[in-house]
């Protein structure tokens, strides 16, 4: 894919290169992923060439899916330098009561990780989500 982008006055190109797959390992679990490589002719702040996904949802008789993430987000330049590449582990838990009614709990950042998203930004670090969804 390439992208054209009008940045103030200059046009900066974008050529990109995404691949996903999915793999059902058995009954029970399967493996997803998803590459995205990126590259401009200009220099592109706090966009990263590389980002990389990676799960791998554990389904217990249906009822239960245990999702366990690990991504990646490359190095980023920014006004002040660069910004370090990130990686993240997160673990969500999903009970699938009917057909309408569902809860989850998530625990993100697992590594606890807090390096700045923009200059002077950090990351949230370790946190965590509950909630019940409806759907009708």
Not at 55 to 65: D, G, T, Y
Not at 111 to 120: A, E, L, P
Request: proline share 3%; hydrophobic share 40%; aromatic share 16%.
């Amino acid at each position: 894919e390439i992208g054209v982008r009008l940045v103030g006055s200059e046009m900066c190109i974008r050529d990109s290169f995404s691949a996903s797959y999915e793999y059902l390992i058995n009954r029970i679990l399967t493996l997803k992923s998803n590459l995205n490589y990126s590259s401009w002719n200009k220099d592109v702040l706090n966009k990263p060439k590389l980002q990389f996904y990676l799960s791998i949802p554990v389904n217990l008789r249906s009822k239960i899916m245990i999702i366990p993430t690990f991504s990646y987000f490359g190095e980023r330049m920014s006004v002040r330098g660069n910004l370090p590449s990130q990686f993240h582990a997160s673990l969500c838990v999903n009970y699938l009561y009917s057909r309408q009614l569902t809860g989850y709990l998530e625990f993100n950042n697992i590594t606890n990780s807090k390096k700045d998203v923009f200059f002077g930004y950090q990351e949230v670090g370790f946190n965590g989500v509950f909630g019940v969804s409806f759907s009708f």
